[in-house]
């Protein structure tokens, strides 16, 4: 299992780090990655862009976004990035801005981080861990704190789909606009109410862009995403729901029972 902590090393942290608006918090998050050889100013570029032309849909929770781009080129090794600012910024978001944090991403391709995002969720979710990781005085200490507290991986009862004795096995995709970052919080988040409700062995979680989503949405029952993104996906066919806080298990319970209607 790859851990947050094997991807951010020290050197990758910054805590008070100044910024004028968003486009400086995400470049300071960029410019850690290049500092440690993880990515180019290229990608920099690339998670700036996606912001501009997907909207603040990478604020996942108040005061917390998650830049990153598609795997490209630009991208030398997975790496992520940790910038604590000492004045918010505000990304546009309805309901989770100011920012104070933002975690950045470089990955080489679509899998060899999910664990890790799985982690940094449940991390995050978490009101004490979050609190003490917010906290964290130094980056030495931070990455103590994610070493010590991440939990082992939890698989749900999702991957035991194929074993439900004929029943039916609903389909839900979470979507964001490159399919490997903020979809993963998302379900992560979906994955621990199933898991509580019992109901991991007939609802499975994927995953997905905005692109992909279009043509897998026949596959599925809903589709969970960010009030941005849902803009950009109009209408799929199927009911599209939106989430504001991806790491927060209430609204996911929230917006499944609605899905349910349960």
Known sequence: MVSVSDLLPSEAIRLGAAAEDWRGAVRAAGELLVATGSSTDTYTAEMIRSVEDNGPYIVLAPGFAFAHARPSPAVLRTRMSWVRLARPVEFGHETNDPVDLVVALAARDASQHTEAMASLARLLADPETERALREAPTPQALRALLAGEEPGPVRGKAAEGAATGGRTVHKILTVCGNGLG????????????????????????????????????????????????????????IPVKVVDDFTSAAEADRVLRDTYDV
Not at 186 to 211: H, M, P
Request: hydrophobic share 45%; proline share 0%.
């Open 182 to 237: 903020t979809s993963l919080f998302l379900k992560n988040t979906l994955e621990q109410v199933l898991d509580r409700w019992g109901w991991s062995r007939y609802v499975t979680v994927e995953a997905t862009d905005t692109i992909s989503a279009k043509g897998k949405a026949a596959e599925a029952v809903a589709i969970l995403t960010s009030r941005e993104i849902a803009r950009t996906l109009g209408d799929v066919g």
